[in-house]
């Protein structure tokens, strides 16, 4: 990791194209779980594996990103190690609001679950077990959606992760992002809508 970075305003820019890549990612599998009982299933699953587990993996590292960006803004003081998205508190409200939510998101299979998959549950999953290929699931409980689940180690599974994780992290990195921008006073406007599920 370097110790410094060159500018606020070039590591805004990398974030927003790794995010503008993210949403690509993501998209792509919305496309795909919208088609799955249309197509061959088998004829997409190594792409919709890699673009699930591309998307998880770099969203996890835009997250850090913020956080090492906006410290740097805030407190001025330079990167280190420790610092995650999961570790380390963002100084600005609006930003720790959006932290707490995204922190907060949580599938299960079943109400009462114990065990649940959050968002760090698929990035260390996917990093540790790429190229897995998931197979897409109705879920009855959340109103027929066609999703993904993992499994948790129990014998249960997680609910639909596209639905309960992915998406909403997404969308909550992209309110991180809008945030961003006016703490830099950016010439540049951040340009990656929200996606929908």
Same mark, same amino acid.
């Given at each position: 990791?370097?110790?410094?970075?060159?500018?606020? $305003?070039?590591?805004?820019?990398?974030?927003?194209?790794?995010?503008?890549?993210?949403?690509?990612?993501?998209?792509?599998?919305?496309?795909? $779980?919208?088609?799955?009982?249309?197509?061959?299933?088998?004829?997409?699953?190594?792409?919709?594996?890699?673009? $699930?587990?591309?998307?998880?993996?770099?969203?996890?590292?835009?997250?850090?990103?913020?956080?090492?960006?906006?410290?740097?803004?805030?407190?001025?003081?330079?990167?280190?190690?420790?610092?995650? =998205?999961?570790?380390?508190? =963002?100084?600005? &409200?609006?930003?720790?609001? &959006?932290?707490?939510?995204?922190?907060?998101?949580?599938?299960?299979?079943?109400?009462?679950? &114990?065990?649940?998959?959050? =968002?760090?549950?698929?990035?260390?999953?996917?990093?540790?077990?790429?190229?897995?290929?998931?197979?897409?699931?109705?879920?009855?409980?959340?109103?027929?959606?066609?999703?993904?689940?993992?499994? $948790?180690?129990?014998?249960?599974?997680?609910?639909?992760?596209?639905?309960?994780?992915?998406?909403?992290?997404?969308?909550?990195?992209?309110?991180?992002?809008?945030?961003?921008?006016?703490?830099?006073?950016?010439?540049?406007?951040?340009?990656?809508?929200?996606?929908?599920?």
């Amino acid at each position: 990791m370097s110790y410094k970075i060159p500018s606020p $305003l070039l590591h805004f820019r990398s974030l927003a194209n790794a995010m503008g890549h993210i949403r690509s990612n993501l998209a792509y599998v919305l496309y795909a $779980l919208q088609r799955w009982e249309d197509c061959e299933w088998s004829l997409v699953e190594d792409t919709v594996a890699r673009e $699930l587990s591309c998307a998880t993996m770099f969203l996890g590292g835009a997250l850090d990103g913020m956080v090492i960006l906006e410290v740097g803004l805030s407190r001025g003081t330079q990167p280190a190690a420790s610092m995650s =998205f999961e570790r380390t508190t =963002f100084e600005d &409200a609006a930003l720790r609001s &959006a932290q707490d939510a995204t922190m907060a998101l949580k599938s299960n299979e079943r109400e009462g679950q &114990a065990l649940y998959a959050d =968002f760090w549950t698929l990035a260390n999953f996917w990093k540790h077990y790429f190229p897995y290929q998931p197979r897409p699931t109705v879920f009855v409980r959340s109103g027929g959606v066609k999703d993904f689940s993992v499994a $948790l180690g129990d014998g249960s599974n997680s609910g639909p992760v596209m639905r309960d994780l992915l998406v909403p992290t997404f969308n909550h990195a992209c309110s991180m992002m809008r945030i961003i921008e006016t703490m830099l006073s950016a010439q540049d406007s951040f340009t990656v809508q929200d996606l929908t599920f």
